[in-house]
């Protein structure tokens, strides 16, 4: 098991909601030794006396309590998807019809046994009744297939609808969160709880349960007053399907035992050997440490250190569920085990003992008795069938309140009122920017990465941040495009401060290439169109975009151009192919390990980093018109010098008065044409001015500077 991994969903989904769980917590955590692993479970102080299945089902109607105006919610938006209502209604009836069948057949079983006792006891026989009974069995098997059927066929369209009502919904609610949110552990932990297979939904599980859940409820009552009919008349016959129901009561505690820790709990091992080998182990599973495995020469050493570590272990080297059971296995030596089988005869001693009490008049047949243990046991497995589904079934409840919370997820960075710029035609100028005694520091971080930074970049200049790696140069171009805002101080674009511009009119005003772009997993054509959501479906546009970023030519080599997929986002299927298949369907076959199934890599397989480039720096050239401020991250790290050339050339030309930024730490042909140079080492600024200014100074830029020219001189 790895450390942290979370399991025992089941239950008390309110407290991983809230609250800290505190395994040093004397007062609610009971701790239990299992061998190498120390199990920590939580025990409300109220509920201490109160037997841990019951408890469990305590906390169980709480947080069913909780999520029930979730439910709610999630009828009525069900009900106002397209022909939803109708197809629900019709599955309700279904399930609900369905449920009744077995009273029906309980009521029918009970008049065959009046038949049956009238016949032995008088001899003679109702053969309308008899043929009547018959009849009602097969009937009744001919309905609940029909049933079943008609369960099956509403069954596809309305999942189908449902998971596509929902799967719009939860993609929204991810591509809505902003940097700082989506990063955020808490919140990373909400949207798994939402993600769900591809085939059905949070949404359409919930209906499912909750109808299982009206169904069993209306099978129990059914099957409950029938059989309370049929023993009515029979004396004894209610106290032997009481002590019959009583067994399996005490059974069920019984069994319940023997399942896996509930409701909040977590274990951990401290066991030094048992650590390393779980270690060893691993280190020689994963591809990843193979090449220093075989350079460094550690076969043997590993293959040793593994042994003793085992040797050390012996049989105390399980896993948690495995201490587990084995524990359990213990508890299971206990009086309630050694009690439940002869328990479960009960009825029939109780049977004798009456029929020795009265023998002449024996309160009911041998045949009454079959059928009241047999039905008793069958109502009460459906009952604790019930009980034993509260579990999951409160947690697909916990799950759509967890749903529509997401749904509601604040973004942390707020969005602000005020329009921007109030004349677009400004933005042909360029944008003003301004810091003023800026400090930040990355959420869940405790050292500030920028200190303090003032600076002003006025409409239209061109600016280069330089600086060694790490000193805060893509921070700064992170603040602008307010993906994060700063800790300390404040930020102005045209003199108005950041966090007051409207989110959406600031980003459309401003572009920005980042130095860890990345390949979306879409074709090359969606990812030069993504620079411009406004203009994404203009194929001319995409095409200009391509050229002024250099990446037509080597798009137009690929065997399906612009709609080339880098990296596809769907995998093919297959099996037991033989090893001399190399390719199929064109792409390259992965043996063995796992394909990764949708996960993408950032960077594309088949393009060198600078073709990556182009396409990142064509994404950011779909948005020239309407952009006021355009900030790349080393846009020229991975480009030839020749590349690098041209595309200074190509910037310079479209850039107009536009304001512009660039990170960099290559000084040369930008920093010659900067209106400012901002050098930076440590996260702050040590000195500000044009390049002229800085040599003059002859501080860390002149510095630099001339170690970079030195390196080209003879
Ligand atoms: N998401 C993040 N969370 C925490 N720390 C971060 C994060 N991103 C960057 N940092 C840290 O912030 C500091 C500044 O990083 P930044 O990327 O701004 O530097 P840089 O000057 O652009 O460096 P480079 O020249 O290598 O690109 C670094 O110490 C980095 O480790």
Redesign the pocket.
Known sequence: MLPGKRFGRRRKAVNMDEGVFDPEDKQKVKRTRLGIWDLYEEVEPRLKHVPGYWRSQLETFHEMKQSFPFVLKMLREIGSIRACWWLLAGYLILTVVAALIPAVELWYAGLLLKIVQNAVEHRTVDRGVLFQVAASRLICNAITRLLNHGQALIYRPLNERIRRHYSVHTFQARARLD?PTF?DSAVQRQLDNITTSSRTSIAWNNVQQILHLLSTGVELVSQFSVLYNLLQDQRDGILLATISFGHTLFRRNFDQRSYSPSGVWAATTRDPDYIKSIGLARAVHQELHRKELVAGGMFEYLVSSYRQATERLGSRATDFFEAYAIHNMKNRLNLTGFLSDPLRELPQIVFTLRAVQYPSDIPLSLASLNLITQTTSKFSRTLFDLFERTGSVVENLANIRKLYETFEIPNLIEDGGTPFPENRQDLALGVAVEFRNVSF?????T?D??RNISFKILQGQLCV?V????????????LIARLYDPTEGQIFIDNQDIRTLKLADLRRATSVLF?DYTYFPLSIKDNIALGDPDTAHDDSKIREAATLGGATDFIERLDDGFDTYLTRPVDDVYSSLPQGTKTLFGRSVQYGGLRGAAGMASHAQGLSGGQMQRIALSRTFMRDEGVGLLCF??PSASLDPTAEHDLFERLRKLRGSKTMIF???RFGNLTRHADLILY?ND?VILEEGTHDELIKQDGGYAKIWKLQAQAFLP
Do not use: W
């Open positions: 940097v990063s520091r990355y959420p869940g971080s050292t990465v920028l941040i600086g060694a790696n790490g000193s805060g140069k893509s921070t700064i171009l992170k130095q991250d080393e990170s960099t730490h930076m996260s």
